[in-house]
Structures are given as structure tokens and as C-alpha cells.
């Protein structure tokens, strides 16, 4: 048996053993590609085999023993506590947080509002380490209920973390001790440094290149360089560890330390910097490899590449498995397992201009399954723009970084004078990146692949690499390039060819917005999108960057489904928790029409909203009563209004019937009793199978009459939770239960799916706690007879 092949294997059977015991998600991709693995190179190789299976069972059991212990020992309600503060605590606004360590050594997530000016300076002084007397209340957090948002709840789950802690007091704080909390006070006090001496732009890098930290880069910049391709270029990697180590290696040679000095110096040295530059996956597996490479070579062994990133790999696993199903773990050990297996394909060609463009590309080729299933987007221009910014990043803009801090060290004008060239570099690097990633040609963006197509992803890949090391022609590679294509055309077509229609209410808290897609996508629509009310905040309360829904609800719902333009935006009325977000579908994503009710733009951000609309392109429509929209293989049928309501915004909501799923859809926005009443005289045979519920449930809507004369089997209610107007009223759920109607609430059940294909169709939820873990609650509807299937009459 051949060693070489023992650690590579071993990695890939660790990987194979977290990913069975966590979930069947990455169990078909994790096993499968395994097996595939080893019954095409090793056959006959029963000893690696026996010693695969050892490994995987062993990460399978120690993965299952973490995760049955990872529980907590409190329970939700009033907390009181002496905790100490793990981590930098990060002060926005009005807003303190951090990870908060209590006396029983249970992590907790921390937040704090701060009351004043004063309280936030004196609270700006708080320090890892800090030990403190808290009071305040322990909050499950929440799962996503929006399919395709971020599921706060796993993702703190998998830091050990089991509750938000809404701390109401800080009292009684002393400074704490210990190696780590040193460290990280280290840290906080250079970044305090750069953020107050350097500029905006100059002050983001270099704290993102120099202690890994991106809070003051902008978000735009950030999804710039993400669309792109080289957001990697803002992170500490791999390629920052190797040149720190040169660089400390040198220095140490010079000042006359051995060579096996300098090299214990780095063994010791390498994890404090791997704290101090906030101890990302990419900075573990370097520090790690170089740990591995220094004591390999003070012990004159010899290690191949694919040895080290596989130790790499099976240590920080068997220390924290968790990692195996964070992005930047496995885009850093994929990447660099790719170049490390393909080092005689990068050999190849004669310039270095080549063999970048070639990096790049494999670079990109590695990523490219990763970056669908957790972005589900991938820039085409990715291998051409790192063959730019790279060179940029490491001979000028990371020299420079580092160059400023050392220089307001020594000499404060030359500190400001490297500063203000490296800012000013930056505003011309960002506004590059910014405009290239607009070009949304540039960008392949598709619904998030299942598991089927994951797996023919890597296989198509794998081979592509396989047979590039063997023959470097175009001959050699057409088969697996014309697999990779054609993988690639069925992920853009899979919504097509999948054929499902779906109503969603989504959960966006107390406000409206669903969206509506007829199967295959052939007509896709948002009714209203939601929003908040946003008041006047003084200025040291504002925030770097407010919560939006639009950005972190709508937009990543929309890319999950595989949604790169909408054919339609409907605004049903123009309040805030209708209209809020509409400005960001209309700027950030493509929109081909607007359709506003009779009466629309009743204030100035109303007709501004419509002005937006038309200077982004967007086709404005308005709707009135006895209007049909066509949109797609979608229509609506228009009941309300007749005309504008200059008295009531409510009553003056678009009020929408629609087909689908077999089911006939009532939509009445805001609608509220008196022009419930003056709908329903004009259209008296009104019937629908399933009722959005007007006005959140608010007792001003939804009238018994109504109820009685549309007949609804189910009704749709979209609230916040705990919301402030006692929404749903009582009133309206008691009207419902007599009349056997079926209630669906966003605020208890999450976001509601109803899927469809043809005229049958089944609800899904996704309600905000999940205990156990388990899959979406499933529900078929039964299908309705043809008396609920009529189209409305009337006018």
C-alpha cells in the first residue's frame, strides 16, 4: 500500500464519516463521490479500504458524541449571570454586541442597546476577558422561515451556541486575565488604530488584510468583489501566511538567529498570529500546513503537499467538525487541495502570465459547485479578474496596508501620506469592481443545485483535471468540458424543467409580500414586498448598515429560486409595510414591470418611488377594477378599486383573484370592511377556495359577510410576531373557526409554500423553531370542485 495515499484518503473518509452522521443532504454527495474515488483508483486495495472505513466510522462517532452533547443547561426567560466577554465586543450605533461566557461555561450570544452618548463611550472601553454582572433575557434563536436566508439558529448551533442573551444591565465589569483574552485585546487595539487613523477605504482593507476583519467595508464593495469571484482577496489566506512566515523567517536570519531557532520561533509564533487575524478556516489550514511543514522539516522528515492538507485537514475536523459545512472550510481545502494535485499541470506552460491565467482558472473550476450551492451564483469573469487584482492586492495594495500601519508607527506624516495613496487607490479598485459586477452578463446565477446535480458538478470536474494531467489539448478535455456543459445548461433550466407553480406568503414580519410563480417560471410575481418603518435616529445611534428586507429577505429568496428577472412587481397599496423594499427589487435585482393600484401616488415618496421605477428601466402600469394582468401564464383578475380613495389607503388597496394549484386565490391587501362590502355587491357569486386575509387580521377586515359569500376552505395571515397591534385580532380567528376556514399565520407557521403542478398542490411551512431538526411539515390540500373555480363576475 502506498503511504502517500493514506492521508488523502483518510481526509476524504473523515469528511465522508461528519457528513453521514450529520445529514443525508451531504451524505449522497460525501459517500457517494468516496466510493466513486475509491473504486477508480484503488481496486484491490483492501488494507487503504479497511483503513478508510476506520477512519470514517471513527469521525462519524466523534461528530455524533459532539453533537449529542452540544446542548444547553438554561432555559428561556429572565437571566442573571456573571459572565465574562469572549470575544471583541462590536459596538454599531446604538448597538453592543459580543459572545458572553457565563460562570457555568455556557457561550451565549450578546446584545445590548445603549441608552446614551456616555454609556457608549464607557462601554467602548469593555475588553475581552472582561468579567461582568449581566441581567437581562435568554431567546431561542430563530431558523430561517424564509427559504434561502440565513438560518441564524444552525449557524450559532454550530459555535456551541444556544440562545440570544437581550442584555437589559452591565454592571460591576473587571478586567480579566488569561492568554487568549491578551491576545484579543491586542487585536481590538490595532483595529481601534486603523480605523481612527486611515480613511474609509484605507481603513477597511487594511483591517481585512492585516487582523481579517471586513466590518467597515461597505456592503456594496463586498458584493462586488463576491459577484465577481475574488472576494477571497479581502480575507486572510493562505498566500498572507506563507508571506508573513518568509518575511519572519528573513528578518530572524538577519538578526542572527539559527535556522532551527527561527524555525521554533515561527512553530510558536504562527498561532498567536492566527488569533490575531481572527482565525479563519483559510488561516487554520495555512498555520496548520506550516505548522506541519516547520516540525516535519526540524525533524528532517519529508512530507508531500497532499500529506500536509490532508493532516491539515483530518486535525482541524477531529477539533471542530462543525467546520466541514462552513464555505470558507471547504473553498479554502478545495482550492488548495486542486492546486496541490495539479502542480505538474500548472508546470506546464512557459510564462507566468500563463501559469496565473491557469491558477485562476483551476482555482475557479475547484470553487465552482461550492459557490452555486451556498451563493448560487458564479462570475464568468472570475479567472480574468484574478488574473488583475491579484498582482494588484499583492505587490501594491497589501505592501501598502501593511506599509501604513508600520509607518504611523514610526513616523506619523508618512503613516497619513501612505494612507491617503492607498485610499485613494481603493476608491478607483472598488468603483472598478462595483461597475464590472453590474454587467449582470458577467454572472451565472441559478437556483440552489440538488444533491443529484452536485454530485455530476465534481464528477465532471474531476474528470475535466484528470484527463488535463494526462494531455494538455483541447482533445483530451472535450468530453468533460462538454459534460460540465451540459450540467450547467440543466441547473439554468431547472426551474423549467421541473414544472412546479408556487404561491408563497412569505414571513417578513408585520408587513405583506408574496410571491407567485407559474410552473416552469413562466411568469413570476412579487405582491408587495414588505418594509419597515424607519424613524429619524440621532447620530451616534445610526448604524453602519440598517437590517433591509429586501437585501436579506427578498433578494436571497429570489436567488435560491433561480429568479434572475421578475416580470412583474405588484404594489397593492402604497404604505411602508407594503411598499418598503420595493426600491431595493427595482435597483438591485431586474424587474420588467410595476403595477400600482388607481390612486397610487398619494405623497411625494410615492411619486419618487414611481420616478425610480422608470429611471431604472421599469415598465409602470396601473390596474383598476375589471383589469385583467397577463403575466406569463399567470392573471389576475383586478376587483378593487373602481377609483382612487382619497379617504383610505386601505380601501383603496388592488384587490386580486387569481388560479393556481387548482385553487381560485383571493387577494385583498388591505382591503377593510366597507370596501369588503362595496366588493362584494358588485360581485355577488365571489367565491374562493383560499383568502389572504386583509390588514394582518386586524378587526377593521375580514367581515363575517365575506367569509359567508367567498366560502374560503383556507385563510393566509401574514403577521409579526408579538407585534405591537395584537394582530390577528380575536374577532377575526373566532369568524374563521365558525366557519371551518383553515388559518395559516406567518407569525406562528413561518413562511407558507403552497407547490403545485397542474391542479394539485400541497402547503409547505417553515415555521421559526425547529427542536429537532427536521424537514419542512408537510400538507397536501385537498383539490376544490368547480363551484370555487369560477372566475368572479360582475362589472
Keep these: 500500500m502506498d503511504r502517500h495515499r493514506i492521508f488523502p484518503c483518510g481526509a476524504i473518509s473523515a469528511a465522508a464519516g461528519i457528513a453521514s452522521a450529520h445529514s443525508s443532504l451531504y451524505l449522497f454527495l460525501a459517500v457517494g463521490f468516496f466510493l466513486f474515488f475509491i473504486l477508480c483508483f484503488f481496486k484491490k486495495q483492501i488494507l487503504l479500504f479497511a483503513l478508510c472505513a476506520a477512519v470514517c466510522i471513527l469521525y462519524f462517532t466523534s461528530f455524533y458524541v459532539i453533537d449529542h452533547f452540544n446542548t444547553t443547561i438554561y432555559h428561556e426567560g429572565k437571566f442573571h449571570t456573571l459572565a465574562s466577554v469572549q470575544d471583541i465586543p462590536v459596538i454599531d450605533g446604538d448597538r453592543l454586541s459580543f459572545t458572553a461566557e457565563t460562570d457555568e461555561g455556557e457561550a451565549l450570544k450578546a446584545g445590548y442597546t445603549l441608552r446614551s452618548p456616555q454609556e457608549k463611550r464607557a462601554l467602548s472601553a469593555l475588553q475581552p476577558g472582561s468579567l461582568c454582572v449581566m441581567q437581562g433575557e435568554l431567546k431561542e434563536p430563530k431558523k430561517e422561515t424564509v427559504p434561502g436566508t440565513f438560518n441564524q439558529k444552525e449557524s450559532m448551533y454550530q459555535k456551541g451556541i444556544h440562545w440570544i442573551f437581550a442584555v437589559q444591565s452591565i454592571t460591576s465589569c473587571k478586567p480579566g486575565g488569561g492568554l487568549m483574552p491578551s491576545l484579543l485585546k491586542i487585536r481590538k487595539a490595532g483595529l481601534d488604530f486603523i480605523e481612527e487613523n486611515m480613511a474609509d477605504s484605507a481603513a477597511g482593507i487594511g483591517r481585512a488584510l492585516i487582523f481579517g476583519d471586513r466590518f467597515l467595508i461597505e456592503q456594496d464593495v463586498l458584493d462586488g468583489y463576491q459577484r465577481l469571484g475574488i472576494i477571497h482577496l479581502l480575507a486572510i489566506s493562505g498566500l498572507h501566511v506563507g508571506l508573513l512566515s518568509a518575511a519572519l523567517f528573513y528578518i530572524f536570519i538577519r538578526f542572527g538567529v539559527t535556522r532551527e531557532c527561527a524555525k521554533w520561533l515561527l512553530v510558536i509564533g504562527l498561532p498567536v498570529a492566527a488569533v490575531l487575524t481572527g482565525g479563519a478556516p483559510s488561516v487554520m489550514r495555512a498555520v496548520f500546513m506550516s505548522e506541519i511543514y516547520l516540525l516535519a522539516s526540524l525533524s528532517k522528515k519529508n512530507f508531500k503537499s497532499a500529506d500536509v492538507i490532508s493532516i491539515a485537514c483530518l486535525g482541524l475536523l477531529l477539533y471542530h467538525p462543525y467546520l466541514l459545512f462552513q464555505a470558507g472550510f471547504q473553498l479554502s481545502f478545495a482550492v488548495s487541495f486542486v492546486f496541490i494535485l495539479s502542480k505538474e499541470i500548472l508546470t506546464r506552460p512557459k510564462s507566468r502570465i500563463s501559469q496565473l491565467l491557469l491558477g485562476s482558472f483551476l482555482a475557479q473550476l475547484a470553487s465552482l459547485p461550492i459557490l452555486l450551492f451556498h451563493f448560487q451564483e458564479f462570475s464568468f469573469l472570475s479567472t480574468l479578474m484574478n488574473l488583475f487584482f491579484i498582482p494588484l492586492y499583492i505587490f501594491i495594495i497589501m505592501p501598502l496596508s501593511f506599509g501604513s500601519l508600520l509607518a504611523f508607527i514610526c513616523f506619523h506624516p508618512l503613516g497619513e501620506a501612505a494612507a491617503a495613496v492607498l485610499d485613494r487607490l481603493l476608491v478607483w479598485s472598488h468603483q472598478a469592481v462595483k461597475t464590472v459586477s453590474a454587467a449582470d452578463v458577467s454572472v451565472f446565477s441559478a437556483a440552489k443545485p440538488p444533491d443529484l446535480l452536485l454530485f455530476f458538478y465534481f464528477t465532471a470536474i474531476f474528470l475535466f483535471l484528470l484527463l488535463l494531467e494526462k494531455e494538455m489539448s483541447l482533445r483530451a478535455v472535450m468530453i468533460p468540458s462538454g459534460l460540465l456543459a451540459a450540467v450547467f445548461v440543466i441547473h439554468a433550466c431547472l426551474p423549467q424543467l421541473a414544472g412546479e407553480g408556487e404561491v408563497t406568503m412569505l414571513d417578513i414580519g408585520q408587513g405583506d409580500s408574496m410571491y407567485v410563480s407559474a410552473p416552469g417560471q413562466n411568469g413570476t410575481v412579487f405582491i408587495d414586498t414588505g418594509g419597515t418603518v424607519s424613524f429619524r435616529k440621532e447620530r451616534w445611534r445610526k448604524r453602519k448598515k440598517d437590517f433591509s428586507l429586501g437585501e436579506s429577505v427578498l433578494m436571497p429568496f429570489l436567488a435560491t429560486k433561480g429568479v434572475k428577472k421578475l416580470d412583474a412587481l405588484i404594489l397593492t397599496h402604497a404604505d411602508q409595510d407594503h411598499i418598503g423594499e420595493a426600491h431595493v427589487l427595482i435597483q438591485k435585482h431586474k424587474v420588467k414591470q410595476l403595477?400600482?393600484?388607481?390612486?397610487?401616488?398619494?405623497?411625494?415618496?410615492?411619486?419618487?418611488?414611481?420616478?425610480?421605477?422608470?429611471?431604472?428601466?421599469?415598465?409602470?402600469?396601473?390596474?383598476?377594477?375589471?383589469?385583467?394582468?397577463?403575466?406569463?401564464?399567470?392573471?389576475?383578475?383586478?376587483?378593487?378599486?373602481?377609483?382612487?380613495?382619497?379617504?383610505?389607503?386601505?380601501?383603496?388597496?388592488?384587490?386580486?383573484?387569481?388560479?393556481?394549484?387548482?385553487?381560485?386565490?383571493?387577494?385583498?391587501?388591505?382591503?377593510?370592511?366597507?370596501?369588503?362590502?362595496?366588493?362584494?355587491?358588485?360581485?355577488?357569486?365571489?367565491?374562493?377556495?383560499?383568502?389572504?386575509?386583509g390588514h394582518h387580521g386586524s378587526k377593521g377586515s375580514t367581515g363575517e359577510e365575506l367569509i359567508k359569500q367567498i366560502e374560503p376552505k383556507t385563510a393566509l395571515i401574514s403577521a409579526g410576531e408579538h407585534n405591537r397591534y395584537g394582530h390577528p385580532h380575536g374577532e377575526v380567528l373566532d369568524i374563521l373557526n365558525r366557519h371551518d376556514v383553515k388559518v395559516f399565520r406567518t407569525d406562528r407557521?413561518?413562511?407558507?409554500?403552497?407547490?403545485?403542478?397542474?391542479?394539485?398542490?400541497?402547503?409547505?411551512?417553515?415555521?421559526?423553531?425547529?427542536?429537532?431538526?427536521?424537514?419542512?411539515?408537510?400538507?397536501?390540500?385537498?383539490?376544490?370542485?368547480?363551484?370555487?373555480?369560477?372566475?368572479?363576475?360582475?362589472?
Design 595 to 693: 403595477i400600482v393600484p388607481k390612486g397610487f401616488a398619494a405623497e411625494p415618496s410615492d411619486e419618487k418611488l414611481l420616478r425610480l421605477a422608470l429611471k431604472e428601466g421599469v415598465e409602470v402600469n396601473v390596474a383598476k377594477r375589471g383589469d385583467i394582468l397577463h403575466i406569463g401564464n399567470l392573471e389576475f383578475y383586478v376587483l378593487s378599486p373602481k377609483e382612487a380613495d382619497k379617504n383610505s389607503k386601505n380601501n383603496g388597496s388592488l384587490v386580486l383573484w387569481m388560479k393556481a394549484g387548482g385553487f381560485s386565490w383571493l387577494l385583498t391587501g388591505d382591503l377593510e370592511k366597507e370596501g369588503e362590502k362595496e366588493m362584494m355587491e358588485v360581485y355577488p357569486n365571489l367565491k374562493a377556495d383560499i383568502l389572504k386575509v
Design 749 to 795: 407557521h413561518g413562511s407558507i409554500q403552497h407547490l403545485f403542478r397542474g391542479g394539485n398542490g400541497t402547503f409547505l411551512l417553515h415555521p421559526p423553531y425547529d427542536k429537532v431538526h427536521s424537514p419542512q411539515e408537510k400538507m397536501t390540500a385537498e383539490k376544490q370542485q368547480s363551484s370555487k373555480s369560477r372566475l368572479p363576475d360582475g362589472e
